[in-house]
């Protein structure tokens, strides 16, 4: 799978940004998509997910109530919606797609990774 993430930038804390993934497969939809970061120094750590019925949506514990995680299946898209923003939340945010969700880390060798984008929260 291709991934092509975009929407990232600068923010001052307390904003919104709204990243988005284009993913190249036909079988989108049966995959479970999602977000990483990775700060400068730190583990790439998982963020989101969202599988292919309604209800199969996951957060990390410091984005839930913050971010949203949703796809469009008919235009392979993911997207990830970004509220009060924390100085916290700077990191370089990877689109992926085949996540692993029986895996602590939520990837494993069949999880492909778009290029990433960076996100920059100042306070």
């Known amino acids: 799978v291709q991934l092509q993430a975009s929407g990232g930038g600068e923010v001052q804390a307390g904003g919104s940004l709204r990243l988005s993934c284009a993913a190249s497969?036909?079988?989108?939809?049966?995959?479970?998509m999602g977000w990483f970061r990775q700060a400068p120094g730190e583990e790439r750590e998982f963020v989101a997910a969202?599988?292919?019925?309604?209800?199969?949506?996951y957060y990390a514990d410091s984005v839930r109530g913050r971010f949203t995680i949703s796809r469009d299946n008919a235009k392979n898209m993911v997207y990830l919606q970004m509220n009060s923003l924390k100085p916290e939340d700077t990191a370089v945010y990877y689109c992926?797609?085949?996540?692993?969700?029986?895996?602590?880390?939520?990837?494993?060798?069949?999880?492909?990774w778009g290029q990433g984008t960076l996100v920059t929260v100042s306070s």
């Open positions: 497969r036909r079988a989108f939809r049966s995959i479970i």
């Open positions: 969202i599988g292919w019925t309604v209800g199969m949506k």
């Open positions: 992926a797609a085949d996540l692993d969700r029986y895996s602590s880390t939520w990837y494993n060798r069949k999880t492909d």
